[in-house]
């Protein structure tokens, strides 16, 4: 690991094909960010493998083991502030977070969304998609704020919507441009491209 490389801390809780994308992208010595830590709220969750194959280091927070989410929250603040990351990716991360883990990491935290924000928000956006009929979809990263997917847009990527298309076959097609948008917008982040609108 070089010095001056972007840090950053990713946050899943599936598969992390996301995950994947990002270290892949990070073993590249040219890469301008790393992977330094992945923390997932699920035990099973596949992305850890991911991490162990890269050689990163992972830590489970089990959300089930907490009395709130408050509490959840506040663990998984305390994990992230012991790594001191620049970024907070959330790569597949299926947790709500409250307004007050969002505000401590404010101009910090990124997620990946499979829509064309401010198109089709939150659950089933590939489903919205389709059933509204639209002739483009695609995914957008964006910058997390109390809002479900509502902060600030750093890049998007469109998909073609086919006819006869389903939601499947249009989920995995936005899916490969999320591999190529994400680690693309953390280097937008590192090189200062990209930054957090103030005020």
Not at 74 to 96: C, T
Not at 174 to 199: D, K, N, Q, T, W
Request: charged share 20%; with cysteine; glycine share 8%.
């Amino acid at each position: 690991m070089s010095a001056g490389r972007l840090r950053v801390a990713a946050l899943i809780s599936g598969r992390g094909s996301n995950l994947k994308a990002l270290l892949d992208a990070a073993a590249d010595p040219a890469c301008p960010f790393e992977i330094v830590h992945v923390f997932s709220n699920r035990p099973d969750a596949g992305g850890l493998a991911h991490a162990a194959a890269a050689g990163v280091p992972a830590t489970v927070i089990d959300h089930k083991l907490f009395a709130s989410r408050e509490a959840f929250d506040m663990a998984l603040d305390d994990a992230l502030a012991a790594v001191r990351p620049d970024v907070v990716a959330f790569a597949g991360f299926m947790r709500i977070l409250t307004n007050a883990f969002v505000e401590r990491w404010r101009g910090k935290a990124v997620n990946i969304h499979p829509s064309l924000l401010p198109l089709f928000k939150g659950l089933h956006p590939q489903r919205q998609a389709l059933a509204a009929g639209v002739a483009v979809s695609g995914c957008t990263v964006h910058w997390v704020t109390p809002g479900v997917d509502e902060g600030p847009v750093i890049a998007r990527a469109e998909v073609p919507v086919l006819h006869g298309d389903t939601e499947d076959a249009l989920a995995a097609r936005i899916l490969v441009e999320e591999h190529r948008l994400y680690p693309r917008a953390l280097a937008m982040i590192a090189s200062g491209a990209a930054r957090f609108p103030e005020g």
